[in-house]
């Protein structure tokens, strides 16, 4: 499966997906993003900072058998997730809301986040769409592709003359 390192603006980044240096260098990139978006740009409030730019993590594992992606969504109810597949595109969407409320003596404080998200994955051909499986639990959803018949590899013995 290839995937490949997008921008903000759209456009594939020219660095190749891979290596050490590679992620080192992405992650410092959302660092900073992360930064200088946050309670300065106004898209985040100070108590819940960077909370206008939710978008999931997500782990992909390919296995002989299936495919296997991992989205951690802490406070997200999972009747608010949407999953489906269109072609072979795998599209995970929703909804994050998250109410606190707190008080004591001479103050009450209440914040509240609302936000929407969507993460779409490429499928390779070998998926088969019509067997695809998620599981919520304890805030990370466990999507399983079941690969077609025909993608798992098979072992050929190999005789002696």
Same mark, same amino acid.
């Given at each position: 499966?290839?995937?490949?390192?997008?921008?903000?603006?759209?456009?594939?980044?020219?660095?190749?997906?891979?290596?050490?240096?590679?992620?080192?260098?992405?992650?410092?990139?959302?660092?900073?993003?992360?930064?200088?978006?946050?309670?300065?740009?106004?898209?985040?409030?100070?108590?819940?900072?960077?909370?206008?730019?939710?978008?999931?993590?997500?782990?992909?594992?390919?296995?002989?058998?299936?495919?296997?992606?991992?989205?951690?969504?802490?406070? =997200? &109810? $999972?009747? /608010?997730?949407?999953?489906?597949?269109?072609?072979? @595109? #795998?599209?995970?969407?929703? %909804? +994050?809301?998250?109410?606190?409320?707190?008080?004591?003596?001479?103050?009450?404080?209440?914040?509240?986040?609302?936000?929407?998200?969507?993460?779409?994955?490429?499928?390779?051909?070998? =998926? &088969? $769409?019509? /067997?695809?499986?998620?599981?919520?639990?304890?805030? @990370? #959803?466990?999507?399983?592709? %079941? +690969?077609?018949?025909?993608?798992?590899?098979?072992?050929?013995?190999?005789?002696?003359?």
């Amino acid at each position: 499966m290839n995937i490949i390192p997008w921008n903000k603006n759209g456009s594939s980044t020219s660095r190749t997906a891979g290596g050490p240096l590679d992620m080192l260098h992405r992650e410092m990139d959302r660092v900073f993003d992360r930064f200088f978006d946050g309670p300065w740009g106004g898209t985040a409030s100070l108590a819940a900072p960077f909370a206008g730019d939710f978008a999931p993590p997500l782990d992909i594992a390919e296995g002989d058998k299936e495919i296997t992606v991992r989205a951690e969504l802490p406070g =997200v &109810d $999972p009747s /608010r997730i949407e999953l489906k597949v269109v072609g072979d @595109v #795998l599209t995970l969407s929703g %909804t +994050k809301e998250d109410q606190r409320e707190d008080s004591g003596e001479g103050f009450y404080r209440s914040e509240r986040v609302f936000g929407s998200f969507s993460r779409s994955i490429v499928l390779p051909e070998s =998926v &088969d $769409p019509d /067997r695809v499986n998620a599981e919520f639990r304890n805030g @990370v #959803l466990n999507v399983r592709m %079941t +690969k077609k018949p025909t993608a798992v590899p098979r072992k050929i013995a190999v005789k002696s003359a």
